[in-house]
């Protein structure tokens, strides 16, 4: 037990976020299409939506306390 070394990482919230965005809008998009155009379309208004989330929506407000 001594020689165990915890290595931790850590996350990156917002390129997971925009990430998943992304493919999610292009799945959703396919779905509705069922175009590769769709998928195209999808991708790029995922993706402007997920950036849209993580620089505007996201970012926590500080606190006076």
């Known amino acids: 037990m001594a020689n ?4 931790s990482q850590e996350i990156n919230a917002k390129g997971l976020i925009i990430l998943i965005g992304t493919i ?6 396919f779905a509705v299409k069922g175009t590769f155009l769709s998928i195209v379309g999808g991708l790029v208004g ?3 939506l997920a950036i849209f989330f ?4 996201l970012p926590q407000k500080s606190h006076d306390r």
């Not at 993580?54 to 929506?57: D, G, S």
């Open 4 to 7: 165990q070394v915890n290595e």
């Open 24 to 29: 999610f809008g292009a799945i959703i998009s």
């Open 46 to 48: 995922g993706l402007i």
């Open 54 to 57: 993580v620089n505007v929506l």
